[in-house]
């Protein structure tokens, strides 16, 4: 008998103090802005030569919209409306596009490599594929490593995983500091347009 008194005195100090702890957590959370977990993932590396040759799409894009979210395995993707502003390669027969869907590893929930999902307004230069079985038109080729920000009129981030190929035309990051983070690159945006039309 007395043991079962001491386990339900044991018991109720245990629930008081789970509530305590819980309500702590709770004001704590509320305060804090929760970010999406992440997902690490094998890395495609991004080869330029044969990213203009496999390419469907090579254009300059502004985000527009997010469309939707989709959960499938093994990555999760965001679908985004944008609007391509410059088209660098297109042998499609279709010269006049002016809006696409895209896809992005990861979702609200879940960032893949520590990139953060398409932001509207933001501009990008992307290598794209047409997709099949997605429910959008192109995916990026290289994914995370095929991203390349568009910072102003001289300026670009190639936002993960530098490349040797792009040494030439790296430029001074003293101004570009925000932007660098996980491993970006910051080019020069003319002479990279430049090395895609030479090829």
């Given amino acids: 008998m007395k043991r079962i008194g001491l386990f339900l005195l044991f018991s109720g100090l245990m629930v008081g103090c789970g509530q305590a702890n819980h309500e702590s957590q709770r004001a704590t959370s509320s305060e804090v802005n ?6 690490e993932a094998d890395l495609i590396p991004f080869k330029f030569q044969k990213a ?11 985000i527009k919209e997010k469309k939707e979210e989709v959960d499938v395995k093994p990555l999760p993707y ?16 279709n010269q006049n596009v002016s809006t696409i869907t895209l896809k992005q590893q990861g979702n609200s929930e879940w960032t893949v490599n520590h990139l953060e999902l398409f932001k509207p307004g933001e501009t990008y230069i992307l290598f794209l594929k047409e997709t099949k079985g997605s429910k959008s038109d192109y ?3 290289g994914e995370a490593t095929g991203m390349f920000k568009v910072i102003d009129d001289d300026t670009i981030v190639k936002m993960l995983g530098p490349s ?22 910051v080019l020069d945006k003319n002479e990279f347009i430049r090395k895609i039309n030479e090829s």
């Fill in 34 to 39: 929760e970010q999406p977990a992440g997902i």
């Fill in 52 to 62: 203009i040759s496999d390419a469907d799409l090579i254009a300059e894009v502004i």
């Fill in 78 to 93: 965001t679908v985004f409306s944008a609007e391509v502003n410059n088209i660098y390669k297109n042998p499609s027969t």
């Fill in 139 to 141: 995916w990026i080729i």
């Fill in 164 to 185: 040797e190929e792009f040494n030439t035309i790296e430029v001074e990051t003293k101004n570009k500091n925000p932007y660098i983070n996980h491993g970006s690159q």
